[in-house]
């Protein structure tokens, strides 16, 4: 079996070496534009001409949760894509969310900037029953950030395309309950795919039926976000806050107002990291998997578009 490995700004060297021990009988070699022909490709925002070489690979694997970029290439329909589901990342987007949401519902900047002044003061806390938490995307990511956040016992909608049943998460679906769905909330939380239905998604509407004070927390993509609309609400006080971790440009441009923006705590894209080794062992089972014929968890649905 023959695995080409095309990952963009990604230290090639111990992933190859990883590949090479977890699957002993597999040929894995890093792409490079001529590369003989392989079986299955491992990638990650590989360009159009990695695919334009290699249309008759079975399966991509591609070694993160989001397909969007994926999605841009033409891609030959008989290659299987096959993302990374949890994978590690489930726990880290978990710890994310609720470090967001805690940071902001307890208001532990204003004891930091209470320190640096010198200053003990005590601070009342809201009710969390004045906190609701509405999740857009109840996948594998959104469903275990809904029941993290719902061990805080704040109350959890939670918003997806299908029908769901999440214990402790009262679930909407589909476009007609959108606007209960956000009616209910006060602090947003997107882990929903970068697809052309949530493109914009999260604009000035979309923010204005969240209640008063909302707060917004995005680990999903950037492009869910019109950017400008949040900071209007920001400025008339309807929204109190956000945390955002990925961006319509990335890395965000070093003149952005987010950078700066008092109310906004931005982070690098690194709300979920890959990590090598369960990610390897992901993909060496769903190879497995793949190989005996058994179905294999994750595979993109390129008309729903993840
Ligand atoms: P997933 O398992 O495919 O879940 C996607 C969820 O979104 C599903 O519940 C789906 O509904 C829902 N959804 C999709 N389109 C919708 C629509 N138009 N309206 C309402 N709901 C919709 O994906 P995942 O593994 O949880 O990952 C989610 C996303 O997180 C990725 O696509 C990626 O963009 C992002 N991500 C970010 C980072 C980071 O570091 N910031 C890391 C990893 C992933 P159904 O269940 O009904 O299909
Ligand atoms: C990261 O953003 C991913 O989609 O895995």
């Known amino acids: ?20 021990a977890a699957l002993p009988g597999a040929t894995v070699s890093l792409w490079q534009s001529g590369a003989p022909a392989a079986d299955y490709a491992i990638v990650w925002q590989p360009p159009q001409v990695f695919f334009d070489e290699q249309p008759q690979l079975k399966a991509a694997f591609n070694i993160g949760a989001g397909v969007d970029a994926l999605l841009r290439l033409n891609i030959a329909p008989t290659t299987q894509l096959i993302r990374l589901d949890d994978a590690g990342m489930g726990a880290q987007m978990a710890e994310y969310v609720c470090h967001a949401l805690i940071r902001h519902y307890r208001d532990f900047d204003a004891d930091d900037t209470d320190q640096h002044a010198g200053i003990w003061q005590q601070r009342e806390v809201l009710p969390r029953s004045e906190m609701p938490v509405g999740i857009m995307g109840l996948g594998v990511l959104g469903q275990r950030v809904a029941k993290a956040v719902a061990q805080f016992d704040f109350p959890v909608n939670g918003w997806s395309r299908t029908a ?143």
């Open 164 to 306: 769901k049943v999440v214990p402790g998460v009262r679930c909407f679906s589909g476009a007609d309950c959108f606007h209960d769905f956000l009616a209910a909330s006060r602090v947003l939380v997107s882990v929903l795919p970068a697809t052309p239905a949530t493109r914009d998604l999260i604009n000035r509407d979309t923010l204005q039926r969240l209640q008063p004070g909302g707060y917004l927390i995005n680990v999903a993509r950037g492009s869910q976000l019109v950017e400008e609309d949040l900071l209007a609400l920001m400025e008339s006080g309807h929204m109190a806050g956000a945390a955002l971790d990925v961006f319509r440009t990335e890395p965000l441009p070093k003149d952005h107002p987010f950078w700066m923006h008092p109310k906004i705590h931005i982070t690098p894209h690194s709300a979920a990291l890959t990590i090598r080794s369960e990610s390897i062992a992901q993909i060496a089972s769903k190879l497995a998997a793949l190989h005996s014929g058994k179905p294999v968890a994750g595979l993109v649905d390129r008309q729903r578009g993840y």
């Open 1 to 20: 079996m023959q695995i080409t490995f095309c990952c963009a700004a990604t230290d090639a060297e111990p992933w190859l070496n990883e590949l090479r």
